[in-house]
């Protein structure tokens, strides 16, 4: 099974920038297809951003567009997202998920990180 492991989470002022990382080892990291999702206190899991196994594909939530990136770097085994002008209702725990599948649901994903939090003050 795929190891997923996120870093770069913390405390933001409405505006500003954070960059988070997903660390893989285990599985053939280039054979996956990685997702970010977030969840917020109260709310279900929500997709946020999808990057394709050779990166040549991204998709992303409505919410989001023009705000986050992501992108991956296949000799360190790490995908990214960056999230510039962050609004308070982006305030979540952040998660990357692999999946063999191109797909934005949660559920069709089978390798989960711990989360990291993030969370944006107005």
């Known amino acids: 099974q795929l190891q997923l492991v996120e870093s770069g989470g913390g405390l933001v002022q409405a505006g500003g920038s954070l960059r988070l990382s997903c660390a893989a080892s285990g599985r053939t990291f280039s054979n996956y297809h990685v997702g970010w999702f977030r969840q917020a206190p109260g709310k279900e899991r929500a997709f946020v951003a999808l990057?394709?196994?050779?990166?040549?594909?991204?998709t992303y939530a409505e919410v989001v567009k023009g705000r986050f990136t992501v992108s991956r770097d296949s000799a360190r085994n790490t995908v990214y997202l960056q999230m510039n002008n962050l609004r308070p209702e982006d305030t979540a725990v952040y998660y990357c998920?692999?999946?063999?599948?191109?797909?934005?649901?949660?559920?069709?994903?089978?390798?989960w990180g711990q989360g990291t939090q993030v969370t944006v003050s107005s």
């Open positions: 990057i394709s196994w050779m990166g040549r594909s991204t």
């Open positions: 998920a692999g999946s063999r599948v191109f797909i934005t649901t949660a559920g069709a994903y089978d390798s």
